[in-house]
Nanobody, 128 residues
Framework: QLQLVESGGGLVQPGGSLRLSCVASGFTSDYPVIGWFRRAPGKEREGVSCIRGGGGGANYADSVKGRFIISRDNAKNTVYLQMNSLKPEDTAVYYC?????????????????????WGQGTQVTVSS
């Protein structure tokens, strides 16, 4: 069984930065893709970013392109989401989840598929 644990959320002012971490344990090799998602109050869950295994290609939602950077440290079984130039509309609970194949993070439709083994989430609040 794969387990994912997020951390790094908090309260930050607009324009600030945060780095989220998603630590995986268990059958990590069965799930090469890690995705970050978020759910804001009153809104549906949306895909934010994902990263593939192997060469680590990544994709981003249009709303975060140029501001967020996803990366992974395979030795630590950890995926990071560096969030810069944060805006109030980035306020949400952020979750990481796993995909069993690289097509889960395809360039064409990266958040089409249902991800697995969701973490408990970490709150990000952007406010002055």
């Amino acid at each position: 069984q794969l387990q994912l644990v997020e951390s790094g959320g908090g309260l930050v002012q607009p324009g600030g930065s945060l780095r989220l971490s998603c630590v995986a344990s268990g059958f990590t090799s069965d799930y090469p893709v890690i995705g970050w998602f978020r759910r804001a109050p009153g809104k549906e869950r949306e895909g934010v970013s994902c990263i593939r295994g192997g060469g680590g290609g990544a994709n981003y939602a249009d709303s975060v392109k140029g501001r967020f950077i996803i990366s992974r440290d395979n030795a630590k079984n950890t995926v990071y989401l560096q969030m810069n130039s944060l805006k109030p509309e980035d306020t949400a609970v952020y979750y990481c989840a796993a995909g069993p194949a690289d097509y889960y993070c395809s360039d064409y439709d990266p958040f089409r598929w249902e991800y697995f083994h969701w973490g408990q989430g970490t709150q990000v609040t952007v406010s002055s």
